[in-house]
């Protein structure tokens, strides 16, 4: 039992790039979350999925886009990287019935 | 306006002695739900305490309480019996409405702890 697993860990990317960041679950969680953290800040929502097949935005989307392919995996994909996305960026999951999210151990990316 | 404020950029306590982390949130909303994490240096959330908007009674986790006002709109949280890992960010955190309705969650900006042997 992994818990919320994300991949990979540290990345760097140049200014225009893209990547797909991926998170899994083993945890029968019904929601999932991606966050992004900036040093010195608390975590901001980018985007999250209620149900497999659906996403909604949250405070932060611009830049990004999310695909939640099954009930255990959500992805975050950065079309075209920008120096602003220079984050940490973490994946969680709830369980229904259980008021609380569960947090990855978050993926370090640097934009240059 | 900010949803959830934490004033204490960094507080300092003894080993052994209780410290006390303030959170204050806002909201117009009946139901909500307010968390604490803690972030140690190796940088992962973890989850310490929770507590209900219609909860009576102040939520408690070992040596984890949550003082919860209402009516004053604070979510205080308390560790008794400071120990060195306890070193660490602690985040404040706030879910308005009922999952299901509403997904999103607000965090405060942190309070950096550091305990002193």
């Known amino acids: 039992n992994a818990g919320v697993t994300q991949t990979p860990k540290f990345q760097v990317l140049k200014t225009g790039q893209s990547m797909t960041l991926q998170c899994a679950q083993d945890?029968?969680?019904?929601?999932m979350y991606w966050y992004r953290q900036d040093p010195g800040m608390g975590l901001r929502l980018i985007y999250y999925?209620?149900?497999?097949?659906?996403?909604d935005k949250g405070e932060v989307p611009n830049g990004y886009n999310v695909s939640r392919l099954n009930k255990r995996e959500f992805s975050l994909r950065l079309e075209s990287a920008a120096p602003s996305q220079t984050s940490v960026y973490f994946c969680?999951?709830?369980?229904?019935?259980?008021?609380?999210?569960?947090f990855g151990p978050g993926t370090r990316l640097t934009v240059l | 306006a900010q949803k959830i404020t934490q004033t204490q950029p960094g507080m300092f306590v003894q080993e052994k002695e209780a410290v006390t982390l303030d959170c204050t949130y806002d909201t117009s909303d009946q139901s909500y739900g307010l968390f604490w994490y803690k972030q140690p240096s190796s940088g992962e959330m973890i989850f310490l305490i929770y507590?209900?908007?219609?909860?009576?009674q102040n939520a408690t986790e070992g040596r984890y309480s949550l003082n919860f006002q209402k009516a004053r709109k604070s979510a205080n949280l308390v560790i008794s019996a400071s120990q060195l890992g306890d070193s660490a960010m602690y985040f404040c955190?706030?879910?308005?409405?009922?999952?299901?309705?509403?997904?999103?969650?607000?965090f405060g900006a942190g309070t950096r702890l550091t305990v002193k042997p």
């Open positions: 945890m029968n969680h019904n929601s």
């Open positions: 999925s209620a149900s497999e097949g659906t996403t």
């Open positions: 955190a706030m879910r308005e409405g009922l999952w299901g309705n509403n997904n999103d969650m607000r």
């Open positions: 507590q209900g908007s219609y909860d009576e």
């Open positions: 969680a999951g709830l369980r229904v019935g259980k008021d609380t999210q569960y």
